[in-house]
């Protein structure tokens, strides 16, 4: 038996509309978890028709999706009864003006707090949800960074961008 | 004129179902860039019913998507025609199982192919997806790491959890 597992998906995004992308997903590992069309839009300020969340209001979804769905599965196996479960919070970015281009962005912090009904102990909670986050894809991929390779097609031009390591 | 802006989230997810979240996700700066409604679920493998996308669905969605609306949102003030945009590729993690919590994550790699139709030079259009891959909050989320707070609460306790700093 193994003691690692692969999670895997694929994508293809099209650009239409003014701002609005139609982007598929499809879960290709451990095993086939579906496949789900997702629009992303902008609202008018920035150009868009708000016919769809913004990428922004999906990242903060996932995020939070994420910690709440391992609290949830991972809670039989540590014997710990959730009852009730409420996250709330709050992601923030900041956005430095430049020229030529628009701006350049990092993030500051977000802040996640956990409501959790429970007949178990708050240290038994408390263990669940830090199991929760280590378990948790988009939260260890924030706090570890990875590597995102970029590579152009532009005609019959094909190049790979430089890598910055994460 | 300051030369940063805030962009932030606050967000509210409740569990219902058997692994499905709803979450509200409201955009409070730097404009009111509207309030959704998006909900993750897990497929029936996972305990779920697959009501929805999972959590990584959107998280891919929104790494895509924010990498194409800053390619279009870039483009005319970088003087870029960006006449057709698709983005495809790959997000991937590994699973580390483990005991009593049952893994812990890592991301592995990202990958994205973008394809661009213009008539600028091909010199060009890779500057404009340098220039969108800075200005990605998502992508520079990932690149420089973020510190995710967690605050549970269970009855009255209310408990910091140590934070791993980004």
Redesign the interface.
């Known amino acids: 038996m193994s003691?690692?597992?692969?999670?895997?998906?694929?994508?293809?995004?099209?650009?239409v509309g003014k701002?609005r992308?139609e982007?598929r997903?499809v879960?290709t590992a451990p095993?086939s978890?579906?496949t789900?069309d997702?629009a992303?839009d902008?609202?008018p300020?920035?150009?868009g028709d708000?016919t769809a969340?913004?990428?922004?209001?999906?990242?903060?979804?996932?995020?939070?999706?994420?910690l709440?769905?391992q609290?949830?599965?991972?809670a039989r196996?540590?014997g710990v009864q959730?009852d009730?479960?409420?996250?709330?919070?709050?992601?923030?970015?900041?956005?430095?003006?430049t020229a030529?281009?628009?701006?350049?962005?990092?993030?500051?912090?977000?802040?996640?707090?956990?409501?959790?009904d429970?007949p178990s102990s708050?240290d038994d909670?408390?263990a669940l949800?830090?199991?929760a986050?280590?378990?948790?894809?988009?939260?260890?991929?924030?706090?570890?960074?990875?590597?995102?390779?970029?590579?152009?097609?532009?005609?019959d031009?094909e190049?790979k961008?430089e890598e910055?390591a994460?």
């Open positions: 003691d690692t597992f692969d999670v895997q998906f694929t994508f293809r995004g099209e650009a701002m992308n982007v997903v879960s095993t978890g579906g789900y997702i992303t902008e609202g300020v920035h150009g708000a969340p913004t990428p922004l209001h999906y990242f903060t979804a996932a995020l939070t999706g994420c709440m769905t609290i949830r599965a991972f196996r540590l959730v009730g479960l409420v996250v709330d919070g709050t992601t923030q970015w900041l956005g430095h003006l030529p281009a628009p701006y350049w962005t990092e993030p500051v912090r977000f802040e996640l707090v956990v409501h959790i429970s708050t909670v408390v949800v830090e199991a986050k280590k378990g948790c894809f988009v939260e260890q991929t924030l706090a570890k960074g990875v590597t995102v390779g970029h590579t152009v097609r532009h005609g031009a190049l961008l910055s994460a």
